[in-house]
C-alpha cells in the first residue's frame, strides 16, 4: 500500500505561479510513474502531467506544456508539479496518482492509476 500526501494548493492571481508537491510513503516512488490530473465540479478527472520516476521522462498535456514542469527530487522521495502564468481555467482540485508499470500509451488515463492522495485545490483568480 501507498500513500500520497499533496501540498501546495491555494489561491494566485492569474499569470502567477504556484508548486504542488507529493511524497510517498511508507515506500519510494522507485519504480513507479507519478502523475497529476485535475478536476472541476461536474467533468472528468483531467490528465495534467506525468513522470516516470526510473527514467525521468515527462511527459504533459497540451494545455499546460510550457507552463508547467513535472519533477522529482530522489532525496526526498517528492514529485512536484511547478505551475507558471497560471490561467483562471487551472483552477481545479489537483490530485497526486501513482502506479506501476504502466505503459506510456496509458499514461493519459487515470483508471491505469492504483494510487491517489486526496488532492489539493488551485484557484487561480483573474
Known amino acids: 500500500q501507498v500513500r500520497l500526501d499533496e501540498s501546495g494548493g491555494g489561491s494566485v492571481q492569474a499569470g502567477g505561479s504556484m508548486r504542488l508537491s507529493c511524497v510517498a510513503s511508507?515506500?519510494?516512488?522507485?519504480?513507479?510513474?507519478v502523475g497529476w490530473f485535475r478536476q472541476t465540479p461536474g467533468k472528468e478527472r483531467e490528465f495534467v502531467a506525468a513522470l516516470k520516476w526510473n527514467s525521468g521522462h515527462t511527459y504533459y498535456a497540451d494545455s499546460v506544456k510550457g507552463r508547467f514542469t513535472i519533477s522529482k527530487d530522489t532525496s526526498q522521495n517528492t514529485v512536484s508539479l511547478q505551475m507558471s502564468s497560471l490561467k483562471s481555467e487551472d483552477t481545479a482540485v489537483y490530485y497526486c496518482t501513482a502506479s506501476r508499470q504502466i505503459i506510456q500509451s496509458s499514461l493519459r488515463n487515470p483508471d491505469a492509476y492504483g494510487y491517489w492522495g486526496q488532492g489539493t485545490q488551485v484557484t487561480v483568480s483573474s
Open positions: 511508507p515506500r519510494t516512488f522507485s519504480g513507479f510513474s
